[in-house]
């Protein structure tokens, strides 16, 4: 008996290590994932007990036992076993998966819309907010009706060509602020869908080098003419050499990863400036555009905001800097100056709106797809949540949440553009 017992163990586990090697295969990343293992092996226990038993709240254990896992492992107890998988998953496939339905929805960041909207995204007084966040839930609302998105000033528009142009928009303040020229050499570290690399090659002839973790990304992105090199930016250090010294560096939506929540230190910020540092000629410009948490993230009301909170921190990885000045202290210590710093926040809600109605406009998911990345990923289902829309759920969306003031007048985050000039070596 007791011998069957192990034999039907054994086999369990080669039938899921199997399965999840075969899934594996099939994503883009096409990494093992130990998390995923050991949830994978709850999964078919749960179902073993569904059979015997025939109750199937047991469905719910291995949910519970990644919640317990992130907790316990994770937040508690700070070990980090496969650090950026979910990262890695989250951009090679599931935001691939979803660009497959929709191309509009590839920039990964927002745009500049004032010029667009004709609404000032810096003010921010309660009238200002009150009229923008009105109009978001509306639109939000509105697109699971198929109601035609509207402007602040109620006429339609077209939200692909808001999503595109106002791209457009922030690469030619991006352009300005920063002066590219033909001569400048210019580094973008955790460059998305390239189209930022492409705008500054075609319309200042700029040199410009591109990297980013996420090996699909790379791979476009030499397919596309551009230098680009595959790097953490934990390990910007070991590249120095081989990247030599730029003009301008641009780090768009992408340091919110910088830091690994727990594990990290704030100094973290410290010696990826002093690498920023080293990389820049004298008199360089670094412009980063990077969320960062107001408040605690404003839980301190209990509601659900802790399951917004808990599936955006757990389906991203990373963890902001604290607003306002986290990042901008270790300036002057690397030798770096502000010179412009803006709080974007709105222009980052709007975006996020835009992009949720172009999600819905087109609704086709592949189940199977994602249901295969989640076998391979560690935390998939909380990627899924965080940036997938539902009906009748605003203000249980997490990726929006972060952005939505709340009735005490509290904003999860904010959002900041700041420009960096070198004024000496180190
Ligand atoms: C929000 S997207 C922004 C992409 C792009 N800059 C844009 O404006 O569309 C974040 C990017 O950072 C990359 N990334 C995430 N973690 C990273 C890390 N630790 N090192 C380097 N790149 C990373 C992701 O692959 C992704 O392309």
Same mark, same amino acid.
């Given at each position: ?232 930016? #934990?390990?910007? *250090?070991?590249? /120095?050499? &081989?990247?030599?010294?730029?003009? =301008?560096?641009?780090? $768009?939506?992408?340091?919110? %990863? ?102 819905? #406009?087109?609704? *086709?998911?592949? /189940?199977? &797809?994602?249901?295969?990345?989640? =076998?391979?990923?560690? $935390?998939?289902?909380?990627? %899924? ?42």
């Amino acid at each position: 008996m007791r011998n069957n017992n192990k034999s039907l163990i054994f086999l369990i586990i080669i039938v899921v290590l199997i399965i999840q090697i075969f899934s594996t295969y099939l994503t883009n990343t096409k990494k093992f994932s130990i998390q995923a293992f050991l949830r994978n092996l709850v999964w078919a226990y749960a179902f073993y007990q569904i059979y015997y038993t025939k109750n199937i709240l047991w469905l719910l254990f291995p949910i519970l036992f990644n919640f317990l896992y992130n907790y316990i492992i994770r937040y508690k107890l700070n070990i980090i076993i496969e650090p950026y998988l979910t990262t890695e998953y989250l951009y090679n496939d599931f935001f691939e998966y979803v660009i497959e339905n929709n191309k509009n929805l590839n920039y990964y960041t927002e745009g500049s819309y004032e010029k667009l909207l004709n609404i000032n995204t810096m003010d921010l007084s309660d009238k200002n907010i009150n009229k923008i966040m009105n109009w978001g839930e509306k639109q939000y609302n509105n697109s699971f009706n198929n109601l035609s998105p509207v402007d602040l000033d109620n006429k339609t528009i077209n939200t692909d060509y808001i999503a595109h142009q106002g791209q457009k928009d922030k690469y030619e303040w991006i352009v300005k602020n920063l002066n590219i020229n033909k001569n400048s050499r210019v580094l973008e570290l955790g460059f998305g869908k390239l189209d930022l690399m492409k705008y500054i090659r075609a319309n200042t002839g700029a040199k410009i080098v591109g990297c980013n973790l996420c090996i699909e990304h790379v791979i476009d992105a030499i397919n596309n003419g551009f230098e680009a090199h595959q790097v953490d930016h #934990k390990h910007l *250090k070991n590249y /120095i050499n &081989k990247l030599g010294k730029f003009d =301008i560096i641009i780090t $768009n939506g992408t340091l919110e %990863y910088l830091k690994i929540g727990g594990g990290d230190k704030e100094e973290i910020y410290d010696d990826f400036m002093k690498n920023i540092n080293i990389l820049l000629n004298k008199g360089g410009k670094w412009y980063t555009t990077t969320i960062h948490y107001n408040n605690n993230f404003c839980l301190n009301t209990f509601d659900l905001n802790k399951y917004n909170y808990y599936n955006l921190a757990l389906g991203n990885e990373g963890c902001y800097p604290v607003f306002p000045n986290e990042l901008t202290k270790f300036a002057k210590k690397n030798n770096l100056k502000v010179v412009k710093q803006e709080n974007r926040w709105l222009d980052y809600y709007i975006y996020s709106i835009i992009w949720f109605c172009g999600c819905i #406009k087109n609704r *086709k998911t592949n /189940i199977f &797809k994602h249901l295969n990345a989640y =076998i391979a990923a560690p $935390n998939y289902l909380e990627s %899924y949540l965080c940036y997938t829309p539902f009906k009748n759920l605003y203000y249980y969306q997490p990726w929006l949440w972060q952005f939505i003031q709340n009735k005490n007048g509290c904003v999860p985050t904010y959002h900041q553009w700041i420009i960096f000039e070198k004024i000496n070596h180190l």
